[in-house]
């Protein structure tokens, strides 16, 4: 069974950095996609970034490119999400995912891409201070 933890939350000050982390463990293909989401309180679920395995590359939501950065460490099946210059309006539950193959580049781009991933961590909180 497919299990997703995520660890890092936590409280920062504007321009701050955290690194979230999600210990992924029971996925039966050996290349997938594994994926952050965020949602904040009274919007919907957010795509922030997506990492195809085997080489599969990384893609970005316009509104983080260039502040996140998704990587993976693949001899601890862990998933990372180094998040600099953070705004006020990154405030957030985050969220990993996996899928069995990665959205388009053009879907990820554009926060979306929900649909493809079947199995979620609890979600560890976000939030950034002005």
């Known amino acids: 069974q497919v299990q997703l933890v995520e660890s890092g939350g936590g409280s920062v000050q504007a321009g701050g950095s955290l690194r979230l982390s999600c210990a992924a463990s029971?996925?039966?293909?050996?290349?997938?996609?594994l994926a952050w989401f965020r949602q904040a309180p009274g919007k919907e679920r957010e795509g922030i970034a997506t990492?195809?395995?085997?080489?599969?590359?990384?893609d970005y939501a316009n509104s983080v490119k260039g502040r996140f950065t998704i990587s993976q460490d693949n001899g601890q099946n862990t998933l990372y999400l180094q998040m600099n210059s953070l705004k006020p309006e990154d405030t957030a539950m985050y969220y990993c995912?996996?899928?069995?193959?990665?959205?388009?580049?053009?879907?990820?781009?554009?926060?979306?891409?929900?649909?493809?991933?079947?199995?979620w961590g609890q979600g560890t909180q976000v939030t950034v201070s002005s």
């Open positions: 995912a996996t899928a069995r193959f990665c959205p388009p580049r053009t879907v990820v781009a554009g926060g979306g891409g929900l649909a493809n991933f079947d199995y």
């Open positions: 029971g996925y039966t293909y050996s290349e997938y996609c």
């Open positions: 990492l195809g395995t085997g080489g599969g590359g990384t």
